[in-house]
């Protein structure tokens, strides 16, 4: 079984003090506890500091362009479902460029697993808003602060009835892996967002906010309850919930497709007369 070193150990660009090394860590761990081996996993990511997350994993990758991860991870995963596929980004990433993406994913329940760094700001382009930038935040490229009401990815994703939600915080690494080993676990989309502090261009949302706010949700929390999750994905405030705040066991997109029951379509034959014909057929 594959240990925490086995997923390698590299020189990294982020600053010292991101909330990302304590991401890293939590999902080598959570790798490692999950009992899955470096070549059973696909990393997908698309572009910013989150975004580099797999060039330290020992592991399969594939680096797309910013906000279009999640339609190579879909491919990825419908032609090879023995792979486990998680899709790493930021906020921006996720939430902004790739929002028509993470809507569909959402709905289709595809079996992938989506962690999002979210420290409520643009870190690679050196500190604009993004679409979690709370109300008022004043950037160089916002001098007034932002007009806009930021994005709430948890109440969007519970609203569209995703498979498992949940919400971690960098400074808790155990909490956090945990929250990841069942995400991996879970058969469906798994979505965890993870508040991040940005010590370079977020000086507003920093580790102490966070950490000042962050409770951990307790066993008395049903996740099946559909409408106080929404609830809580509302609370945003002096108190942000963290841990598993929904979760459901509606059947995965994959588990829709035939095709796939005889194994990865990578497996399977290829009848190539059968082939032309289909592609003669559009001549
Ligand atoms: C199509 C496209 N639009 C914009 C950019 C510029 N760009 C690169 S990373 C980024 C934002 C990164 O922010 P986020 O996704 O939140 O990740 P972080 O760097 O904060 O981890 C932007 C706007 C790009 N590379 N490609
Ligand atoms: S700019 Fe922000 S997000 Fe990027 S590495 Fe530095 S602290 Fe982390």
């Given at each position: 079984m594959a240990t925490i070193e086995d997923f390698g150990q590299f020189e990294t660009a982020w600053c010292p003090g991101c909330g990302n090394h304590s991401i890293l860590k939590?999902?080598?761990?959570?790798?490692?506890?999950?009992?899955?081996?470096?070549?059973?996993?696909?990393?997908?990511?698309?572009?910013?500091?989150?975004?580099?997350?797999?060039?330290?994993?020992?592991?399969?990758?594939?680096?797309?362009?910013h906000g279009r991860s999640l339609p190579a991870a879909s491919g990825a995963k419908l032609a090879n479902p023995r792979l486990k596929v998680i899709v790493e980004s930021g906020d921006g990433c996720h939430y902004g460029e790739g929002g028509n993406h993470f809507l569909a994913a959402l709905r289709c329940n595809l079996d992938i697993t989506i962690i999002v760094h979210d420290n409520q700001v643009y870190g690679l382009t050196k500190g604009q808003a993004s679409p979690t930038s709370m109300e008022g935040f004043k950037t160089k490229a916002q001098p007034d602060g932002v007009w806009s009401h930021p994005f709430n990815p948890l109440a969007v994703a519970i609203s569209l009835h995703a498979g498992f939600v949940a919400r971690g915080f960098s400074g808790e690494i155990d909490h956090l892996a945990e929250l990841i080993q069942q995400g991996l676990a879970h058969r469906g989309l798994a979505l965890i967002d993870v508040l991040q502090p940005c010590v370079s261009f977020n000086k507003v949302n920093t580790f102490k906010w966070y950490k000042d706010r962050a409770y951990k949700l307790g066993p008395e929390h049903d996740p099946t309850d559909w409408a106080r999750a929404m609830q809580l994905s509302f609370e945003f405030g002096q108190r942000i919930p963290i841990g598993l705040l929904y979760k459901n066991d509606r059947p995965a997109f994959d588990d829709h497709f035939d095709v796939l029951r005889n194994g990865p379509l990578a497996d399977q034959p290829v009848d190539k007369a059968a082939l032309r014909e289909v592609m003669m057929s559009f001549a």
């Amino acid at each position: 079984m594959a240990t925490i070193e086995d997923f390698g150990q590299f020189e990294t660009a982020w600053c010292p003090g991101c909330g990302n090394h304590s991401i890293l860590k939590a999902l080598k761990k959570a790798l490692a506890h999950s009992g899955l081996e470096p070549q059973d996993i696909l990393m997908v990511s698309g572009i910013g500091q989150a975004a580099k997350t797999p060039h330290y994993l020992l592991c399969n990758a594939f680096n797309g362009l910013h906000g279009r991860s999640l339609p190579a991870a879909s491919g990825a995963k419908l032609a090879n479902p023995r792979l486990k596929v998680i899709v790493e980004s930021g906020d921006g990433c996720h939430y902004g460029e790739g929002g028509n993406h993470f809507l569909a994913a959402l709905r289709c329940n595809l079996d992938i697993t989506i962690i999002v760094h979210d420290n409520q700001v643009y870190g690679l382009t050196k500190g604009q808003a993004s679409p979690t930038s709370m109300e008022g935040f004043k950037t160089k490229a916002q001098p007034d602060g932002v007009w806009s009401h930021p994005f709430n990815p948890l109440a969007v994703a519970i609203s569209l009835h995703a498979g498992f939600v949940a919400r971690g915080f960098s400074g808790e690494i155990d909490h956090l892996a945990e929250l990841i080993q069942q995400g991996l676990a879970h058969r469906g989309l798994a979505l965890i967002d993870v508040l991040q502090p940005c010590v370079s261009f977020n000086k507003v949302n920093t580790f102490k906010w966070y950490k000042d706010r962050a409770y951990k949700l307790g066993p008395e929390h049903d996740p099946t309850d559909w409408a106080r999750a929404m609830q809580l994905s509302f609370e945003f405030g002096q108190r942000i919930p963290i841990g598993l705040l929904y979760k459901n066991d509606r059947p995965a997109f994959d588990d829709h497709f035939d095709v796939l029951r005889n194994g990865p379509l990578a497996d399977q034959p290829v009848d190539k007369a059968a082939l032309r014909e289909v592609m003669m057929s559009f001549a």
